[in-house]
């Protein structure tokens, strides 16, 4: 039977839209205050978030409030939240004034972690305490610790699926697609699968499902020495060809230009729309617009992907946004502090029902019964001195798949029936093949 399960966790994610291409300043300190030459946290620092939600109803101040319990000396502790978390951010990177403490943007390349963030140890040192700790490394040194761990899969209506007689967690692409088509076919107003196209960054939500289809921890690496990463089978293909096939069935919402991720929560609450492909961090968000709405939190569920391995699901664990520091801040050793405080002490991954970042940290019960249903998969980081070679063939090659244009264009060829499938991925595949002649194997 479909798990039904309940998580507390209300980030909001957002996608890398472009690679920065910046040259950082090197005045005056990230936070515009007098230099902390005393080596204990003292001051102030000013720290950026994109969670916007726990500004607003007080949970930072309550932070800020027992940070400087432990910590005395420190004066003060400024929130900001950036709606855009990401933009802002990278335009704010145009100068050194980007916050003492920041979550490191997805647009910097690992061979500018260096460039904008200070190093918080060795990449083998950090490993030892820390889980995902790969994801913001470059050349054997560490520049973010992950706030939490997420799982990959689906956040679904548990109730819309189950009056369209789908009862089992589909296992192929081909059982999913089904499953879609019987909500359809049930006679009542629901979206099968809903794309939120027009905010752009929930179709990069897809890219969680990457090494989890063919539970393959290396399958990035391998990508940079092939020329065909949507061939039929590999991650890509299925993920992509996923996306095409449900929008030229008209299995998702009727017009993916007027979409609206805020709306879309309460949709999925209310059984106006039963399916959406977001990471475990999304649950919570849906089971407070159910509830606000007036329809039942129990009905949000969570499933793997659709694709079985050896009889198995799989799902990438990987962490959440790296916080890090500015490599201009003037107080490096408060928002070194501030790190380790928030994500060893704070209660955050616990309060948002996520894999703690430590490797000794507990699993929150919400999700123990879902990783029972799958195994578990980490990424493994690229091989020392080709950190950036993924990034660099990705940019050249015109792709640049941490943006979703690519794949609101295969959308918009699926409802136009402008290009076939096998078309699309003949040409991303031919602008991988030359990014890859033009960065060199």
Not at 10 to 38: H, R
Not at 181 to 195: C, H, M, R, S
Not at 251 to 259: A, I, K
């Given at each position: 039977m479909f798990l039904h399960q309940r998580r507390a966790r209300v980030a909001a994610a957002s996608a890398a839209v472009t690679v920065l291409a910046l040259t950082a300043a090197c005045s005056s300190g990230g936070s515009g205050g007098e230099e902390n030459t005393s080596g204990e946290p003292a001051g102030e620092i000013t720290v950026l978030t994109w969670r916007t939600d726990l500004v607003e109803d007080g949970t930072f101040d309550d932070y800020v409030e027992q940070f400087k319990e432990k910590y005395p000396d420190v004066t003060d502790v400024t929130i900001e939240g950036l709606t855009d978390y990401e933009g802002e951010v990278k335009t704010r990177m145009n100068t050194d004034e980007y916050g003492d403490v920041l979550a490191i943007p997805g647009s910097v390349t690992p061979d500018q972690y260096a460039q904008f963030f200070e190093p918080l140890g060795s990449q083998e040192e950090m490993a030892e305490k820390y889980s995902w700790i790969n994801d913001k490394s470059f050349e054997g040194q560490s520049y973010g610790i992950p706030v939490v761990g997420n799982v990959q899969g689906v956040v679904y209506n548990t109730r819309v699926w189950e009056e369209a007689g789908v009862t089992q967690f589909p296992t192929t692409p081909e059982e999913f697609l089904a499953g879609l088509q019987a909500i359809k076919d049930g006679g009542i107003e629901v979206a099968p699968l809903y794309t939120n196209y027009k905010d752009g960054w929930p179709l990069s939500q897809w890219d969680g499902w990457l090494g989890a289809v063919t539970a393959d921890p290396d399958w990035k690496n391998a990508l940079v020495t092939s020329d065909e990463p949507w061939a039929e089978g590999t991650d890509?293909?299925?993920?992509?060809?996923?996306?095409?096939?449900?929008?030229?069935?008209?299995?998702?919402?009727?017009?993916?230009?007027?979409?609206?991720?805020?709306?879309?929560?309460?949709?999925?609450?209310?059984?106006?729309?039963?399916?959406?492909?977001?990471?475990?961090?999304?649950?919570?968000?849906?089971?407070?617009?159910?509830?606000?709405?007036?329809?039942?939190?129990?009905?949000?569920?969570?499933?793997?992907?659709?694709?079985?391995?050896?009889?198995?699901?799989?799902?990438?664990?990987?962490?959440?946004?790296?916080?890090?520091?500015?490599?201009?801040?003037?107080?490096?050793?408060?928002?070194?502090?501030?790190?380790?405080?928030?994500?060893?002490?704070?209660?955050?991954?616990?309060?948002?029902?996520?894999?703690?970042?430590?490797?000794?940290?507990?699993?929150?019960?919400?999700?123990?019964?879902?990783?029972?249903?799958?195994?578990?998969?980490?990424?493994?980081?690229?091989?020392?001195?080709?950190?950036?070679?993924?990034?660099?063939?990705?940019?050249?090659?015109?792709?640049?798949?941490?943006?979703?244009?690519?794949?609101?264009?295969?959308?918009?060829?699926?409802?136009?029936?402008?290009?076939?499938?096998?078309?699309?991925f003949t040409e991303l595949n031919t602008a991988w093949a030359e990014g890859r002649a033009e960065v060199g194997d």
């Amino acid at each position: 039977m479909f798990l039904h399960q309940r998580r507390a966790r209300v980030a909001a994610a957002s996608a890398a839209v472009t690679v920065l291409a910046l040259t950082a300043a090197c005045s005056s300190g990230g936070s515009g205050g007098e230099e902390n030459t005393s080596g204990e946290p003292a001051g102030e620092i000013t720290v950026l978030t994109w969670r916007t939600d726990l500004v607003e109803d007080g949970t930072f101040d309550d932070y800020v409030e027992q940070f400087k319990e432990k910590y005395p000396d420190v004066t003060d502790v400024t929130i900001e939240g950036l709606t855009d978390y990401e933009g802002e951010v990278k335009t704010r990177m145009n100068t050194d004034e980007y916050g003492d403490v920041l979550a490191i943007p997805g647009s910097v390349t690992p061979d500018q972690y260096a460039q904008f963030f200070e190093p918080l140890g060795s990449q083998e040192e950090m490993a030892e305490k820390y889980s995902w700790i790969n994801d913001k490394s470059f050349e054997g040194q560490s520049y973010g610790i992950p706030v939490v761990g997420n799982v990959q899969g689906v956040v679904y209506n548990t109730r819309v699926w189950e009056e369209a007689g789908v009862t089992q967690f589909p296992t192929t692409p081909e059982e999913f697609l089904a499953g879609l088509q019987a909500i359809k076919d049930g006679g009542i107003e629901v979206a099968p699968l809903y794309t939120n196209y027009k905010d752009g960054w929930p179709l990069s939500q897809w890219d969680g499902w990457l090494g989890a289809v063919t539970a393959d921890p290396d399958w990035k690496n391998a990508l940079v020495t092939s020329d065909e990463p949507w061939a039929e089978g590999t991650d890509y293909g299925v993920v992509d060809g996923l996306i095409y096939d449900a929008v030229a069935q008209d299995l998702v919402e009727v017009d993916p230009t007027t979409t609206n991720w805020e709306e879309s929560k309460r949709l999925l609450g209310t059984g106006e729309v039963a399916t959406m492909v977001l990471g475990s961090w999304a649950i919570p968000q849906m089971q407070a617009a159910a509830q606000d709405a007036g329809a039942g939190a129990e009905d949000i569920g969570y499933m793997p992907v659709p694709v079985q391995v050896d009889g198995k699901f799989h799902a990438v664990a990987g962490g959440d946004y790296n916080l890090g520091i500015n490599v201009n801040s003037d107080n490096k050793v408060t928002a070194r502090a501030w790190i380790d405080w928030f994500n060893e002490e704070s209660g955050y991954s616990e309060s948002q029902v996520g894999l703690s970042p430590l490797k000794d940290g507990t699993v929150p019960e919400a999700l123990a019964s879902f990783m029972e249903q799958v195994e578990l998969l980490t990424l493994n980081p690229a091989p020392e001195g080709e950190e950036s070679l993924f990034a660099d063939i990705d940019t050249a090659s015109g792709i640049v798949t941490t943006d979703p244009k690519f794949r609101q264009d295969t959308i918009d060829a699926a409802r136009s029936g402008a290009k076939t499938k096998e078309q699309i991925f003949t040409e991303l595949n031919t602008a991988w093949a030359e990014g890859r002649a033009e960065v060199g194997d």
